[in-house]
């Protein structure tokens, strides 16, 4: 960051807000770009909330699906009791949780230590040979290795995949400049303009409220040199605690928003969590992040952290020239392709939501019909006695007055048909939105009796909706391919800084098996230079069951042709395959 503060947007505060008319500067009176896009943390917040209005309605759509995913009834339970109907079913089939939970199973092979996360390739010619070889397969398996042990990364990557499922997007972003372990975010926290790209590299803005934890904040007025030179502005870091902690000022940026959402995601949120009121004994300093590409050169991306209110107007961090692009601190996961802009990206949710809402009130009336099949029904001898029924329950028996007789019960329902339909509408949800019945798929229909699904049907089926799995993880690959890319990118540079290592443990362990794998540090320091990472592409192929199919055949039919180093190759490949990466190595080292 520049040293001299005409260099940077201006950090004096200037008072009380008020409404920019073009708080996202673009170019100077005079035609040319502006060294920077936000003049002050007031035009910042301008920004921030005109993004919030336009983001009011598709909130409102988030919540209505965040509700039904939550298991919340389809009737309202007030609304019936006071109609009358209290005795009626009203309940949550959780037919949408249950989907949407069932995304992140491509993953799943991921958790265990049969497959890479990742592979390294050379990239230029005169790298590849036996020995880049063999620093790509130790650096790809102990990097794996760490990844998995950490705990985070694998449970961001599912989180990202369900909030893609839930709402279309699913946006990662990383806690700071050095962290390489990434953060789902809440898709209602992150805002952008109306007319974003669906492919998030190619934006100029990001806007996200988040917390920040009291110790966090000390910690930087505890190093103020090594913070200001990060880009803290320490005086407005303060000034803005003291406001939070000691003043007990709300921070939040909307009335009712308690997550940085949206006020009808919270209200969603806090009824999860079994919030009955909000306690401020636990209070954390809010802020808004602001990622911007800026127009002056060399236009890369500057990072700015401000007070959720204007008061003190003031930033409290501003770092230029940051990141080389976006994808280096903001990006999401779509759940299609092929949309032009980022509203237009549906999630599976939003197609399901109609069908799931109608068989839940369809399940709740199957219900109420098998209620009423098995209830006692009286039948009186004559219309005089209908206004003079006296019926006293005691215990298990039921007292009848005189002209009251069992009669046989007039319901008769068909359960076996009324499932049947409620299984096809399921089917026909998922099919349609998935697209797992292709043109030449038969019809879907009502199955009852003895015509049911024959054998083949439903493996067709089944085989159906593993090409979809599959060909939704090929597609979305390419944004696996960014995040694996970018946590490497900074798991390496904390591997080249020893004053690092201390605090992440986990790159301390990496160096040291990689060293007993003789791939020295030196070796190390030059493999982002030398190597470009990518997904393991077994993952994509259909994990280790298929990879070990794959193997058996190959050593089945050329197996022959292959030289020693070859055999020996697949035969440690089908060892990890089966049996995994550690118990490979005794019978294959």
Known sequence: MA??????????????????????????????APKFRFSSAASLLEVYRRLQESDEKESLRRARIKRHYDGYRPYDRASREAGGLKNLTNINGMGLKGTIDALPAALHDMALDTTNLVELRPQAPEFAGPDAAVIADVVAEE?????????KFLPALAAVVREAGLYGLGPVSWPDYHDYQPVALERGQLKFPDDASAVSSDNELYMIETQLPAWYLFDILDNRKESAAEGWRIPAVERYVKATFSEQKDT????GDSTGTSYSESAVSEWRQNRAYESRQFETLRVVQAYVREVHEPRKVTHYITPTTSDPDDFLFVKPEAFDNMDQCVLWLPFTVGERYARSVRGLASYRLPIEDMRNKFLCQICDVAFRAASFVLQSSSAVENQKLTITENGPYLVTGAGLTAAQSQVA?????LAAVNEMLSRVAYNSSTGSTGPGAAPERVYSGADRKTKDQVALEAESGRQVEKARFILQSTVFDAIFRESFRRFMNLVKDPSKH???PGVKEFIKRCKRRQVSLAVLRKVTEEFHIYTCRDLVIGGAEVKAGMIETMLGTVGGNLDEVGRV????DLAICRFGRA???????
């Open 569 to 572: 190759n697949a035969t440690r």
């Open 143 to 151: 990097f794996s290795t760490t990844l998995r042990d950490s705990r």
């Open 413 to 417: 329902p068909n359960f076996q048909q």
């Open 252 to 255: 939040v940026s909307q009335t």
């Open 3 to 32: 040293k001299n503060r005409k260099d940077t947007p201006d950090a004096k505060p200037s008072g009380k807000h008020v409404s920019l008319p073009n708080p996202f500067q673009t170019a100077t009176d005079k035609g040319k």
């Open 502 to 504: 201390e605090r992440y």
């Open 583 to 589: 118990a490979a190595d005794r019978y294959r080292p």
